[in-house]
């Protein structure tokens, strides 16, 4: 593989397009400032005027929220997982039919698998313009995103109407469903009390790691943070490891399937056999199968990256361990 050929598998921070229009709650008030990006596979957006940077998905798909302060993304829930890590700024996750069964605030490097199966939002607290970094399951990440049913009558009130075949219409810009097309059902009682409520003590053991817990565990060799053995134990279809500076060592390595390198802190060193590339904080590089590949820190300084690759296990809801 060339080097120019790699970079069309490395999305840069500085390139992402955003799309401010991807989801319901587009002008809902609040809502209406947030920027969703679909960086690896097709995502979950609404909006055909989404941007996708590269199509093909390792079995599961890479995206990203960003978000001025006290911006919020509204109550939602998907069919897989969905996991998040902080890039930039202080986030609040809020989960429950009303937001209201319990919550965390994260820190730069902090990561989440949100559990499947309960309504999950969140906002920028911080002070500045935020960044998340999202991992769907699956190759069509989960099949979309599941509304509650507030947030689709607030955003009909808004001139947004989401259709049943999962597109968004909107009436301030002339638009009306198709013929044929009729509007999203709302979720019966039957199906809302489907839904888990869990506290934030039954979520964050099992499903919430620390940036610097993870930089100390992770001081010798790589962490597995989520996988059947992981910190976070679970079969979401992919596994997240956390690598630092002292996690790997100078010998080239193989993978049986592509890898996702999302660096967190410092820069990285990417080398192979016909070229080297470097990756910076925010950068997403979708690595392919045996490739022998030797990766590095470019310089001192703290370093730090989140490493996924595709399992074997299906994509679907939050395993259970005895």
Not at 127 to 146: E, K, N, R, S, W
Not at 289 to 314: N, Q
């Amino acid at each position: 593989m060339t080097p120019e050929e790699m970079e069309t598998r490395i999305v840069r921070y500085g390139d992402l397009v955003p799309c401010k229009t991807a989801f319901i709650d587009a002008h809902t008030p609040g809502s209406d400032q947030k920027e969703n990006f679909t960086i690896i596979g097709g995502g979950v957006s609404e909006s055909p005027d989404q941007h996708v940077h590269i199509r093909d998905t390792p079995g599961f798909n890479i995206g990203a929220a960003g978000q001025p302060p006290r911006c919020r993304n509204s109550l939602h829930d998907h069919n897989t997982a969905e996991v998040f890590f902080v890039l930039k700024g202080r986030w609040r996750f809020f989960w429950g039919r009303w937001g209201d069964a319990g919550e965390v605030t994260l820190e730069e490097g902090d990561i989440f698998n949100i559990p499947t199966g309960i309504f999950r939002g969140f906002e920028n607290v911080g002070t500045d313009y935020g960044m998340i970094m999202a991992i769907l399951g699956g190759d069509d990440a989960g099949g979309g995103v599941h509304w509650a049913p507030q947030v689709i009558k607030d955003a009909a009130n808004h001139g947004l109407i989401l259709g049943e075949n999962g597109v968004l219409y909107d009436t301030k810009a002339g638009q009306s469903l198709p013929d044929g097309v009729g509007p999203m059902p709302l979720m019966s009682e039957a199906e809302l009390a489907k839904r888990a409520e869990p506290t934030t003590g039954e979520v964050l053991p099992n499903h919430v790691a620390r940036y610097w817990d993870l930089m100390a565990l992770a001081d010798r060799q790589p962490v597995r943070v989520i996988g059947p053995e992981a910190l976070l134990r679970d079969r979401p279809g992919f596994e997240v490891d956390f690598i630092t500076r002292g996690s790997l060592g100078s010998e080239p390595y193989e993978c049986e399937t592509s890898e996702v390198l999302m660096p967190v802190r410092g820069h990285w060193r990417l080398e192979w056999a016909n070229g080297a590339k470097t990756l910076n904080p925010g950068d997403t590089c979708l690595v392919p199968s045996s490739l022998s590949r030797c990766l590095r820190p470019a310089m001192t300084g703290e370093a730090s990256l989140y490493r996924v690759r595709g399992t074997d296990d299906p994509a679907g809801k939050t395993a259970t361990f005895a």
